[in-house]
């Protein structure tokens, strides 16, 4: 959600790399971020009074189901079940600890089609003071399953869908932050952060965590003009990742 979509699709065309497709008067605004012709995004009109933030979906079947099950597990439902046209079928609700999320529920838009490659997420993180509060709901209410990362990061782990070793994305601490409330943080892929990082710069945002290497992949946090923050994440894990040319 952004005050200005224009303003947001011209800074994030330059740090993410994005296209851009409209789909037309009838959805207010709404643009959607692409590769190619894949869709990565959605960027829309932030409404009057609420701040500019990125909100990160999860996938469901039956989006009244699983709002029936958010608020039977503690959580919160923002935006009831409603129709997006024909193009699918979302809620906006908050875990019982108040980190904010979406569910959309697919009609003719599958939601993102790139991921894990530049321009697509690439990874999200729950920051909860509870995490294992939110561990119970999430695990409740969509079925994820948790591991522990290897180096053992104190609060951490990864989830994952049932029965897949892959995992979607981490649950823990505030990791330094405690003052901040629960929050999804999404990382999108990029083909080299020390660019994105100058255009975030150059287009007035503000970097929050300067690059740094990680054994993932080279990492940036960044904030946009309109304060939305969000992470992008260069892999270098492969021979000849850092070598462009």
């Not at 099950?69 to 439902?77: A, H």
């Not at 079940?81 to 875990?95: E, H, T, Y």
């Amino acid at each position: 959600m952004s005050p200005d979509v224009e303003d947001a699709r011209e800074f994030y065309g330059r740090v993410v790399g994005w296209d851009f497709q409209d789909t037309g008067d009838d959805y207010g605004g709404y643009v959607i971020a692409a590769v190619g012709p894949s869709a990565a995004a959605g960027i829309g009109p932030a409404p009057e009074g609420l701040p500019s933030a990125w909100t990160m979906y999860f996938a469901s079947d039956d989006v009244d189901k699983t709002a029936t099950s958010v608020t039977e597990n503690g959580g919160t439902i923002m935006m009831p079940p409603g129709d997006v046209g024909d193009l699918g079928r979302l809620f906006v609700g908050a875990d019982p600890t108040g980190a904010v999320f979406g569910v959309w529920q697919a009609g003719t838009n599958i939601g993102a089609e790139v991921v894990n490659e530049p321009g697509g997420m690439i990874w999200e993180d729950l920051r909860s003071p509870e995490p294992d509060a939110a561990r119970e709901f999430y695990g409740a209410v969509f079925g994820h399953t948790f591991s522990p990362l290897a180096d053992d990061v104190p609060d951490y782990t990864t989830f994952h869908t049932p029965g897949q070793e892959a995992p979607l994305g981490g649950m823990g601490g505030m990791m330094g932050s405690p003052a901040a409330p629960a929050h999804w943080i999404l990382y999108f892929a990029v083909a080299d952060t020390d660019a994105s990082v100058a255009a975030a710069e150059a287009g007035g945002g503000t970097i929050v965590a300067p690059a740094f290497d990680t054994s993932y992949g080279r990492m940036a946090g960044i904030t946009d003009p309109a304060g939305a923050t969000f992470w992008v994440m260069q892999d270098t894990s492969q021979p000849g990742a850092d070598e462009e040319g």
